[in-house]
């Protein structure tokens, strides 16, 4: 079945940055939509940034301009590049793949038909 496993969480300071990775099995990441979402405690899950099949990305406003979705087709793996961290980012990062072409990527986690299990980022002022 297809597999995302995250990784690259970790705790930093204020100003940091990290890079998660998703790496997929028995999934083309080239294929179709994915994204990153996090929920942090308390909170609902709420997207993050979404990668289009044509390499289109959006952001949630609250990242933009810091965070900066990519994939490496050759790896099968899609990526979150996370700067100027701040405690608000605080949270547990979720990838997720959709299985079908649509006109826009979702941008509702239950909506993507593969999730992974999530690497926790700890943002400390």
């Known amino acids: 079945q297809v597999q995302l496993v995250e990784s690259g969480g970790g705790s930093v300071q204020a100003g940091g940055s990290l890079r998660l990775s998703c790496a997929a099995s028995r999934y083309t990441v080239s294929r179709y939509c994915m994204g990153w979402f996090r929920q942090a405690p308390g909170k609902e899950r709420e997207g993050v940034a979404t990668?289009?099949?044509?390499?289109?990305?959006t952001y949630a406003d609250s990242v933009k301009g810091r965070f900066t979705i990519s994939k490496d087709n050759a790896k099968n793996t899609l990526y979150l590049q996370l700067n100027s961290l701040k405690p608000e980012d605080t949270a547990m990062y979720y990838c997720a793949a959709s299985n079908r072409r649509t006109s826009a990527c979702y941008t509702s986690f239950t909506l993507y038909a593969y999730g992974g299990q999530g690497t926790q980022v700890t943002v400390s002022s």
């Open positions: 990668l289009d099949s044509e390499g289109t990305a």
